[in-house]
């Protein structure tokens, strides 16, 4: 037998077997785990050993039949990874079926965060830049955009900086420009702030045109104004939850339905402050991200140190994933914030769609290179969204005012072809977040990302185990 490709989960003393190929699981016997589990430590491609294979007998017979007659465990890796649109294809999709163009409406901002990819922790000196985009290359932009999305009933505007209310003019002028233009066609408009400037104008505004408004907030105060803080270094959640108020007072229905918050964890131990935080005081959605890898982790740690040392834990004792099953147990639902967290991971788990077939394999992270969404910044470049690097000019695909460079495009596919072949042997390829970001191949990344997808599979089998109400939700479920 060659050594499969697989993981194995331990729950309570029952064991399951994940198939990464099919992205489905089987609750297996104590002897095929324990098997699975020495095998796990066997070279990939390669014969398992006899003498394990004698040592374990009854695991080993077991899996074999598994793979013979349940045809589970089929392969042992995934097939070569090829982009699954061709070159003609994506310059159709490029050309014709746009869904959401990512604005740079200004490279200034108002906050000085201590964790900012701009800031000293990540290089020798900051890189905070000015800047803001003309009125004539907004219009283009939006004109450019509409050009492309010929195929697209549903138009999605996003506004980002910097601090995009720092050009709410240019906001009001886009916005306005866009619905005179588009006529036909439903267009949604989004924006991610830092919630300082949302003073009643703009809330009005925002409400007028029913924004989707993601807003930055970093958890209690003490953790907050630990890292978001104004050019003075004085904090800003004060401001912000001053800013919240009035639109929870004045309009509480936008305020439930149209405001989503994220949150940027300096530090692990932060977590579950971060999350209770929100339990307490909003029910609105949120999600949470940690600092991005590659800063001086000793200056980083130094600005901390006294809000660190002086902060109060509240919510360490606290076992949200138990507080969540028990509420579903009782409402058997899913009903709140926290609740919905562990609801995306459960849902981007059972619902993923194997991207395996017989002709091709591509990893799970990346979208539909520029078609998915398209960022422009300030100068009218245009990138495949906002989370790449700007200062790679490899990155850039074109301009709003001379198209996009399919060429260019095809140079980014190919070279993450390249880099994606050791994704063929790798149990978490159907999960991982790796996308068009991660340009190299980093080990550390990929250790990291296995770490990360394992304890999300593992919450999600749990939670599927203690409350079987909420397999109703997910179709596609099979724990057999």
């Known amino acids: 037998m060659i050594k499969p490709l697989f993981e194995i989960f331990e ?71 090829k982009y699954p649109y061709s070159e003609e294809q994506v310059e159709y999709m490029l050309n014709h079926r746009q869904k959401q163009i990512i604005l740079e409406l200004t490279k200034d901002c108002n906050f000085r965060c201590k964790y900012c990819i701009l800031s000293d922790i990540y290089n020798k000196d900051s ?28 138009l999605t505007i996003s506004f980002y ?18 619905l005179l233009k588009t006529t036909g066609k439903k267009v949604s408009f989004t924006t991610t702030t830092n919630g300082s400037l949302l003073n009643k104008s703009i809330v009005d505004f925002i409400v007028k045109y029913d924004f989707n408004v993601m807003i930055s907030l970093d958890g209690p105060k003490e953790i907050h104004d630990m890292n978001r803080v104004f050019n003075n270094g004085k904090g800003t959640y004060d401001i912000i939850e001053e800013n919240l108020q009035y639109i929870k ?20 131990e932060f977590t579950n402050e971060v999350i209770g935080h929100f339990n307490d005081t909003y029910a609105n959605d949120f999600n949470y991200s940690y600092v991005e890898p590659g800063y001086n982790r000793e200056k980083f740690e130094m600005l901390y140190k006294d809000g660190i040392d002086n902060y109060e834990m509240k919510y360490s004792k606290k076992n949200f994933m138990k507080e969540m099953q028990e509420s579903i147990r009782k409402n058997h639902m899913l009903s709140n914030n926290i ?72 140079n980014i596919i190919k070279d993450y072809e390249k880099t994606a072949t ?22 550390e990344f990929c250790e990291n990302m296995k770490k990360t997808v394992y304890k999300q599979i593992k919450n999600s089998l749990e939670l599927l185990m203690e409350s079987p109400t909420i397999v109703k939700r997910y179709d596609k479920v099979e724990l057999k």
């Open 127 to 154: 890189r905070y830049e000015m800047g803001h985009m003309e009125t004539s290359t907004i219009i283009r932009s939006i004109d450019f955009f509409i050009e492309n999305s010929s195929d697209s009933e549903m």
């Open 249 to 268: 007072e004045f309009y509480p229905d936008f305020f439930k339905k149209n405001i989503i918050f994220h949150s940027v964890v300096a530090f692990p």
């Open 11 to 81: 729950i309570n003393e029952t064991y399951i077997l994940y198939d990464p190929i099919t992205n489905k699981f089987r609750t297996i016997p104590f002897c095929a785990y324990n098997f699975l589990q020495e095998v796990k430590l066997c070279a990939n491609n390669e014969e398992i050993p006899a003498a394990l294979i004698r040592k374990h007998i009854d695991g080993y017979s077991y899996i074999n039949g598994l793979m013979s007659n349940a045809k589970f465990l089929v392969y042992n890796k995934f097939c070569e990874p």
């Open 422 to 443: 050791p994704c063929m042997e790798c149990w978490c390829a159907n999960l991982c977040k790796r996308c068009w970001k991660q340009k190299s191949f980093e080990s």
């Open 161 to 178: 900086g910097g601090e995009p209310f720092m050009c709410f003019e240019q906001i009001r002028q886009c916005v306005e420009y866009t």
């Open 339 to 410: 609740t919905n967290l562990y609801d995306k991971d459960i849902a981007e788990i059972f619902q993923m769609r194997p991207r395996n077939s017989n002709n091709f394999f591509w990893p799970a992270g990346t979208c539909d290179i520029g078609s998915r969404r398209m960022f422009v910044d300030v100068n009218g470049n245009i990138f495949p969204c906002e989370k790449v690097s700007y200062d790679d000019e490899t990155n850039c695909i074109g301009t709003i005012f001379d198209g996009f460079d399919i060429s260019k495009v095809m």
